[in-house]
């Protein structure tokens, strides 16, 4: 006869069999528990600016508000500092939908021509006049070709009114920029502009302009107070001429087909929030440009103003020359600039 060795658990079948099916009733009960999180939608936003920009700024606000009002059913993540890519880079992952959201600016006007009427010298007068215009041109006459090439405005922001600053000399007429090796966003019609000043101007991403004004590979850039205090370029550039040469908005921009895919409800609040964020951004923005003029006066580099009226009669052709190549061109300008009276 074969003696069972083995201990008693003490355990009546009947109570394991309970305890198993608790366990297994927990378990499914945090799985449902956890179904919510892992259902999540998150939504990259991307920009290139660097902490302490209006970028940076921007994008935090708006998704601070956007998530709070999400309530866990999607949440906006933002990646500054050209993480994601440059701003070229991020309007091809938007249409590709690898990512959801980003934040360029003068680069949409190599995606759309008539974004080029922004690129047109002092065109914008001041926060106001950009506000009737956004709402009269931009909203009726150019988004909707944006759309055209699968992506989708869902606010006008701000990147701002663009400076020079180089190693050369100081900048007070268009012909004190012959010859200088200037940094420009990716869009054409900068480059065109400062080209007809004399400059020798080259596309660069902005993330790899530090080091190039550092090794003289650029002798200068142009841009917002805000870009070139949050980026420090003013730590290698000696000379600022407040130019003003260009008001350049931003614009919260989505890959029109992925965000068709999204709940209705969460393009609704995404939406609402990004117009919202716009008082926020001009607010902002006001304030960082006296603040920031201050602070770039204190480091040492050389302010000086320049002659805007002799680098308004130099743009004329670039005005021109806009109006005959791009269809349609002229009018919208036309019609900008009157709401600028």
């Known amino acids: ?17 309970h305890a198993l099916a608790a366990a297994a009733l927990l378990g499914a009960g945090a799985l449902l528990g956890a179904a919510p999180a892992l259902a999540q ?6 920009h290139v600016g660097e902490p302490g920009s209006l970028f940076q700024k921007s994008a935090d606000e708006f998704a601070r508000r956007a998530n709070a009002r999400l309530n866990g059913k999607a949440k906006v993540v933002v990646y500054g500092s050209s993480q994601l890519g440059g701003d070229k880079e991020m309007l091809q992952k938007l249409k590709l939908g690898t990512i959801d959201m980003a934040v360029p600016s003068t680069v949409m006007s190599s995606e759309v021509d008539l974004i080029g009427m922004f690129e047109m010298p002092y065109i914008v007068k001041d926060r106001a006049h950009m506000g009737r215009i956004e709402k009269e041109v931009f909203w009726p006459s150019i988004e909707p070709a944006i759309e055209k090439k699968g992506l989708k405005v869902l606010a006008v922001w701000e990147n701002g009114v663009r400076h020079i600053t180089n190693n050369k000399r100081p900048i007070k007429a268009p012909e004190d920029l012959k010859g200088i090796k200037l940094r420009v966003p990716e869009g054409k019609w900068r480059v065109k502009m400062f080209q007809e000043y004399g400059a020798n101007p080259s596309p660069m991403k902005f993330s790899e302009l530090f080091t190039a004004l550092q090794t003289g590979v650029m002798d200068g850039q142009e841009n917002p107070f805000t870009q070139i205090y949050s980026a420090k370029l003013h730590e290698v550039q000696k000379y600022l001429s407040l130019s003003g040469h260009v008001y350049t908005p931003a614009y919260l921009t989505v890959g029109a087909r992925k965000y068709a895919t999204l709940p209705e409800d969460v393009r609704k609040v995404l939406e609402e929030t990004a117009r919202e964020t716009q008082a926020y951004v001009y607010e902002t923005a006001a304030k960082d440009e006296t603040d920031l003029l201050a602070k770039l006066k204190q480091s040492g580099i050389q302010v000086n103003e320049v002659n805007k009226d002799a680098f308004i009669a130099a743009s004329k052709p670039i005005y021109d020359e806009f109006g005959k190549e791009v269809a349609g061109a002229k009018a919208l300008i036309d019609k900008a600039v009157a709401l600028g009276k």
């Open 1 to 17: 006869m074969t003696t069972d060795t083995r201990k008693p658990t003490g355990v009546p079948a009947r109570t394991r069999l």
């Open 41 to 46: 939608i998150e939504l990259k936003l991307g």
